[in-house]
C-alpha cells in the first residue's frame, strides 16, 4: 500500500477504533463492529510497505489498547524499526 494511502486510510481507522472504545452498542452491534475493525487492522498491517511511518506505530498503539489483534510478524517488523529509531 502507497504511503500516502496508508497514511490516510490509518487516521481514518485509528478515529474509528477510538469511537468504538466510547461507544455504547447492543452486544451483536458490538461484536460486528468489532469484527469490521479487526479485518481493517488486519488489511491495514498486510498492506503495510514502510514500517517507518508515523501513523503504523499510532494504528498499532490505538489497536492494541483496544484490545485488537495485530500480526506477530508485524509486530516484530515495526520493534525493530522503532529500536532503530530510538
Same mark, same amino acid.
Given at each position: 500500500?502507497?504511503?500516502?494511502? !496508508? =497514511?490516510?486510510? /490509518? %487516521?481514518? *481507522? +485509528?478515529?474509528? &477504533?477510538?469511537?468504538?472504545?466510547? /461507544?455504547?452498542?447492543? @452486544?451483536?452491534?458490538?461484536?460486528? %463492529? ?6 481493517? =487492522?488486519?488489511?491495514? !498491517?498486510?498492506?503495510?510497505?514502510? @514500517?517507518? *511511518? @508515523?501513523? /503504523?506505530? %499510532? ?10 489483534? +495485530?500480526?506477530? &510478524?508485524? *509486530? ?7 529500536? &532503530?529509531?530510538?
Amino acid at each position: 500500500m502507497e504511503s500516502t494511502v !496508508f =497514511i490516510r486510510e /490509518a %487516521k481514518v *481507522l +485509528i478515529d474509528e &477504533i477510538k469511537t468504538f472504545q466510547l /461507544a455504547y452498542l447492543e @452486544p451483536e452491534e458490538e461484536i460486528r %463492529k468489532g469484527q469490521d475493525l479487526q479485518r481493517r =487492522i488486519n488489511q491495514m !498491517f498486510s498492506g503495510l510497505q514502510n @514500517p517507518t *511511518l @508515523p501513523s /503504523a506505530y %499510532k494504528l498499532r498503539d490505538a489497536a492494541m489498547s483496544a484490545g485488537f489483534q +495485530i500480526n506477530q &510478524i508485524k *509486530l516484530s517488523w515495526l520493534a525493530q524499526f522503532e529500536s &532503530i529509531r530510538s
